[in-house]
């Protein structure tokens, strides 16, 4: 997708590792968004960024931390991953007036 | 608070026939309201959106989508499908217009039959 990148693209990972997951855009926008995807749940927001350094839970942030220490990259670890983390997940820019995402090609991510 | 329910979980038709996904939201603010399309192994892309204009709202692939506030509504339609429409569809809700919370659906999976 254009103007934003998540990687690694896969990653298996044994449980009880920290895990980092990146995503980089180059579209200068001002709020990022991390997201999880599962079955039966559509999309759910982990946390999101609002500016460097400024960042807030989502609905599901437990067990994730995320870092912003630049506009372009967002970065969110799973501190001590868990099989309930296996999942893809999204990362999702938006514009200045929040009038929709743009979303990465998606991380998928396996913890066994 | 807000939330959004879609109604089924999965849909097939026959190529050249009708699609009608269905979604229902709550709001306590006038909504913004979205569809958006994400095919096997990718991102989610932007189909159509609607911010509090034309009751009626069209994007891309020849879909559309219809604002009904007395039925609290925003079900998506196309007149009819093709073979490339086969994909996962999420109704997606923010509140209002400034909110920056977006709440997703947990998405309807489009076959379509040959």
């Known amino acids: 997708d254009a103007g934003i990148t998540q990687s690694p693209r896969h990653k298996v990972t044994e449980t009880g590792t920290p895990v980092t997951l990146r995503c980089h855009q180059t579209?200068?926008?001002?709020?990022m968004y991390w997201y999880r995807q599962d079955p039966g749940h559509g999309l759910r927001l982990i946390h999101y960024s609002y500016g460097v350094k400024d960042t807030d839970k989502g609905e599901v942030s437990d067990g994730y931390s995320v870092s912003r220490s630049k506009t372009e990259d967002f970065l969110l670890t799973l501190e001590s991953a868990t099989s309930s983390q296996t999942s893809v997940y999204f990362c999702a820019i938006g514009g200045q007036g929040l009038d929709y995402f743009t979303f990465g090609s998606g991380t998928r991510l396996t913890v066994v | 608070a807000q939330s959004v329910t879609q109604l089924d979980s999965h849909v097939s038709v026959s190529e050249g026939t009708p699609v009608l996904l269905r979604c229902n939201y709550s709001?306590?603010?006038?909504?913004?309201l979205f569809w958006y399309v994400q095919h096997p192994n990718k991102g989610l892309q932007l189909l159509l959106k609607y911010t509090s204009a034309a009751t009626l709202v069209k994007g891309i692939n020849g879909f559309e989508a219809e604002f009904k506030k007395s039925e609290t509504s925003f079900h998506l339609t196309k007149p009819s499908a093709h073979m490339s429409d086969a994909a996962e569809y999420f109704c997606?809700?923010?509140?209002?217009?400034?909110?920056?919370?977006?709440?997703f659906g947990t998405g309807t999976s489009l076959t379509v039959i040959p």
């Open positions: 997606v809700v923010r509140e209002g217009n400034t909110g920056n919370q977006f709440y």
């Open positions: 579209e200068n926008h001002r709020y």
């Open positions: 709001s306590s603010y006038s909504p913004s």
